[in-house]
């Protein structure tokens, strides 16, 4: 994840208002729950409102990362009033090993340009959990990539589904806001043959439906992973 392509686009990134709030945050938060845990990290934390959501759910204690400089600042700000609930890194090679319940990787594995780089994150994330951790990862469906939502669109064409890493625009809006910036597409077949390479267990798929269900109920926004380390 290659922070000269955020740190541009990180103010207007932020501005957007999306789907993410109302449906894929609270759907992890819950799954985050069941698992009991004193300590998660959020690896790719952005700003850290995901972060602060769990947080305000009563998760204990949360760690945070991202490679951005901007995106950092601004998830210390938002989180500084939780005191030392919160560890704050910004070099991903001081992230504690064996330390973590719950790590979760939320719309980042799509910035990630080359299958090397997404099993050397995964590795990286599995590294920080403690055995039997889980992982809890969304990425934007990639067996819908060619539909509109409610708050993004992509350039992505079907046709090209097989074309592991193939780059695409995806563009966000909530009405007021709009940002654009570039992902990488990796099949649903391919992200479960990098978490086997990188040594997770899937244990679950989880699809989150859009804003809009009514109009589109056979389409889903989000996916999410759940795998352990063993």
């Known amino acids: 994840m290659n922070e000269s392509d955020w740190q541009p686009v990180a103010e207007r990134y932020v501005k957007v208002e999306d789907a993410r709030l109302a449906r894929l945050f609270p759907a992890a938060i819950e799954l985050i729950r069941a698992e ?9 934390c952005g700003d850290g409102i995901f972060a602060d959501q769990c947080l305000t759910a009563g998760i ?51 910035c990630l340009r080359s299958r090397d780089e997404c099993i050397t994150t995964l590795t990286r ?18 067996c819908f990539r060619d539909r509109r939502f409610s708050t ?16 695409f625009q995806v563009t966000m809006f909530d009405g007021e806001n709009e940002c654009e910036f570039t992902d990488y ?37 989000w996916l999410v992973f759940c795998a352990r380390r063993m």
Not at 125 to 142: D, E, K
Not at 156 to 161: D, L, P, Q, T
């Open 152 to 167: 993004f669109r992509t350039s992505f064409k079907m046709e090209n589904y097989a074309q592991e890493g193939r780059p």
């Open 185 to 221: 597409h990796w099949s649903l077949g391919e992200m479960s043959r990098q978490l086997r390479d990188a040594r997770f267990v899937v244990e679950e798929l989880v699809e989150i439906p859009d804003v809009e269900i009514n109009q589109s109920p056979r389409v889903f926004p």
């Open 60 to 110: 204990p204690n949360v760690s945070v990362f991202d490679p951005t400089p901007r995106m950092r600042e601004l998830a210390d700000a938002r989180l500084k009033r939780w005191g030392s609930r919160v560890k704050s890194f910004s070099d991903p090679g001081e992230l504690p090993n064996d330390e973590f319940g719950v790590a979760t990787f939320m719309a980042v594995w799509m």
């Open 36 to 44: 009991n845990t004193q300590s998660m990290l959020d690896y790719g």
């Open 125 to 142: 994330i599995r590294n920080c959990l403690q055995t039997g951790g889980l992982l809890i990862a969304s990425v934007t469906h990639p």
